[in-house]
């Protein structure tokens, strides 16, 4: 039903308002004060506000800034007194639809109202293909272009918009979350929750109130309820990454939870019904698990009805200028720096380079290399690589450091990030959990 919020300090006026318009079909909610307002229209969405210029409280110019601050969409008609010419001009230049000058017949009303509603419906349906022009953009941008991209992106357009499990597997940084959220996105679960786990950091001790939360009392220490991640991603995706890494208890208690869509939280005497789809992800091929018994056959075939291969950026090297131009611009923000691009010379080094880390390393050399440079168009001196048993990495990925350079890494990462540590910890390619236990190790 086509929503409005009518805003008048005057109880008759009101009154009469909400009975033409309930009439002819709309669902009403009045407000006397502009303060009200702002609270009702938070809650009930109106597509169309009739907002009084004059309130009691609030001016009503600024109660329309307002609202459009809240949704820059909604149509605001304000009503002004007659002839007033003036007041009616000020709420146009800040962005009301229309203005109805008391009185008014209840013709004029409705026209006015049903032109603001094609309005919004017109805008809305502009701004939706924009967002899809842009995911389209933005996906071109962040992943590429090549015949393997092209290829995968074929596999996932008929499959995400429907609920089958799909397990996604590829070496590590090729991107697994990125696609994950992508077939999210493309789902008709998009406007709910997409939660990621990363199913290695979880001990098996708190594994059970991780994922299915636990009742006020179930243990020392639980004080009140806390939902578990299936509860919080209800109605959207459940992304199991590293699934390959659970241990077998702990396969067996997911197992269950997939089959019977139903939890129990920790201490919890009634089941949960679920609506989760669940994604899962593996850095490496979880049959060889299967086949040594790491990993359990059923719940393979439960996690597994749809299997995509993630390629490795070794296999589309295409691909890399337009990863490079994309992490050069994500880093301009993030350092508030205004490097250009490449020079020939370090592309070469780039495009020479086996990326045994694959994208997360590139973003990471190419962060490294924003941050430290002083030129418009990156020198090959900038680019950094770490030789670690053979494999190279960026001086800012920490996994790949000596104990010996650990401590200069992490104070450099926290001067360039003026001591934010959560903007350190990524730079520096690890969690913030593991950002702290390093930083108490060092005493920093």
């Given at each position: 039903?086509k929503?409005?919020?009518i805003?008048?300090?005057?109880k008759?006026m009101?009154?009469?308002?909400s009975?033409?318009?309930?009439?002819?079909?709309?669902?009403?909610?009045?407000?006397?004060?502009?303060?009200?307002a702002?609270?009702?229209?938070?809650?009930?969405?109106p597509?169309?506000?009739?907002l009084?210029?004059?309130?009691?409280d609030i001016?009503?110019?600024?109660?329309?800034?307002?609202?459009k601050?809240?949704?820059?969409?909604v149509?605001?008609?304000?009503?002004?007194?007659?002839?007033?010419?003036?007041?009616a001009?000020?709420?146009?230049?800040?962005?009301?639809?229309d203005?109805?000058?008391?009185?008014?017949?209840?013709?004029?009303?409705?026209?006015?109202?049903q032109?603001?509603?094609e309005?919004?419906?017109?805008?809305?349906?502009?701004?939706?293909?924009?967002n899809k022009?842009?995911?389209?953009?933005?996906?071109k941008?962040s992943?590429?272009?090549?015949s393997v991209?092209k290829?995968?992106?074929?596999?996932?357009?008929?499959i995400?918009?429907?609920?089958?499990?799909?397990?996604?597997?590829?070496?590590?940084?090729?991107g697994?979350?990125?696609?994950a959220q992508?077939?999210?996105?493309?789902?008709?679960?998009?406007?709910?929750?997409?939660?990621?786990?990363d199913c290695?950091a979880?001990?098996?001790?708190?594994?059970?109130?991780e994922l299915f939360g636990?009742?006020?009392?179930?243990?020392t220490?639980?004080?009140?309820?806390?939902s578990?991640?299936?509860e919080q991603?209800?109605?959207g995706?459940l992304?199991?990454?590293e699934?390959?890494n659970?241990?077998?208890?702990?396969?067996?208690?997911?197992l269950?939870?997939i089959e019977?869509?139903?939890i129990?939280?920790?201490?919890?005497?009634s089941?949960?019904?679920?609506?989760?789809r669940?994604?899962?992800a593996?850095n490496?091929?979880?049959?060889?698990d299967?086949?040594?018994g790491n990993?359990?056959?059923?719940?393979?075939?439960?996690?597994?009805?749809?299997?995509?291969d993630?390629?490795?950026?070794?296999?589309?090297t295409e691909?890399?200028?337009i990863?490079v131009k994309f992490?050069?611009?994500?880093?301009?923000?993030?350092?508030?720096?205004?490097?250009?691009?490449?020079?020939?010379?370090?592309?070469?080094?780039i495009?020479n380079h086996?990326?045994?880390?694959?994208?997360?390393e590139?973003?990471?050399v190419?962060?490294?290399?924003?941050?430290?440079?002083k030129n418009d168009?990156i020198?090959?001196?900038?680019i950094q690589f770490?030789?670690?048993?053979?494999k190279s990495?960026?001086?800012f990925?920490l996994s790949?450091?000596?104990?010996?350079?650990?401590?200069?890494?992490?104070?450099?990462?926290?001067?360039?990030t003026n001591d934010?540590?959560?903007?350190?910890?990524?730079?520096?390619?690890?969690?913030?959990?593991q950002?702290?236990?390093k930083?108490?190790?060092?005493?920093i």
């Open positions: 039903m929503k409005i919020l805003v008048d300090d005057e008759y009101r009154i009469i308002l009975k033409v318009l309930r009439a002819s079909g709309y669902k009403v909610l009045l407000a006397e004060d502009g303060y009200q702002l609270n009702l229209f938070s809650e009930f969405r597509r169309v506000v009739l009084d210029y004059k309130l009691p001016d009503g110019i600024e109660v329309l800034k307002r609202i601050e809240i949704n820059s969409n149509a605001v008609i304000m009503l002004t007194a007659h002839g007033n010419i003036q007041n001009v000020s709420a146009m230049k800040n962005g009301a639809f203005y109805l000058a008391k009185p008014y017949n209840n013709d004029e009303l409705i026209i006015i109202v032109k603001a509603f309005t919004t419906k017109l805008t809305k349906e502009i701004t939706t293909l924009k022009l842009n995911e389209q953009i933005s996906f941008e992943m590429g272009e090549s991209i290829k995968l992106l074929l596999q996932i357009e008929p995400a918009p429907t609920d089958v499990t799909i397990l996604l597997e590829g070496d590590t940084g090729t697994k979350e990125w696609f992508l077939i999210h996105q493309k789902s008709e679960r998009n406007k709910k929750q997409f939660i990621a786990v290695g979880i001990p098996e001790t708190l594994f059970e109130s636990y009742e006020r009392g179930a243990f220490g639980a004080v009140k309820n806390k578990g991640k299936f991603a209800q109605g995706t992304f199991l990454d699934i390959n659970l241990p077998l208890s702990m396969q067996a208690k997911l269950r939870a019977m869509k139903a129990h939280r920790l201490g919890g005497k089941p949960i019904d679920l609506d989760v669940i994604i899962a593996s490496r091929n979880i049959i060889n299967v086949n040594d990993f359990r056959s059923d719940l393979f075939f439960r996690i597994s009805e749809f299997k995509i993630i390629p490795a950026l070794s296999q589309r691909d890399i200028p990863l992490f050069i611009k994500k880093a301009n923000v993030k350092f508030k720096k205004n490097v250009k691009n490449l020079n020939p010379e370090a592309f070469k080094l495009l086996p990326w045994p880390g694959n994208i997360r590139l973003k990471n190419i962060n490294r290399a924003v941050l430290m440079t168009l020198p090959p001196q900038d770490i030789n670690i048993r053979g990495s960026n001086g990925l790949a450091a000596t104990n010996n350079t650990e401590y200069e890494v992490i104070k450099k990462a926290l001067e360039k934010n540590k959560t903007q350190a910890a990524k730079l520096l390619g690890i969690s913030l959990r950002f702290y236990r930083i108490n190790k060092y005493n």
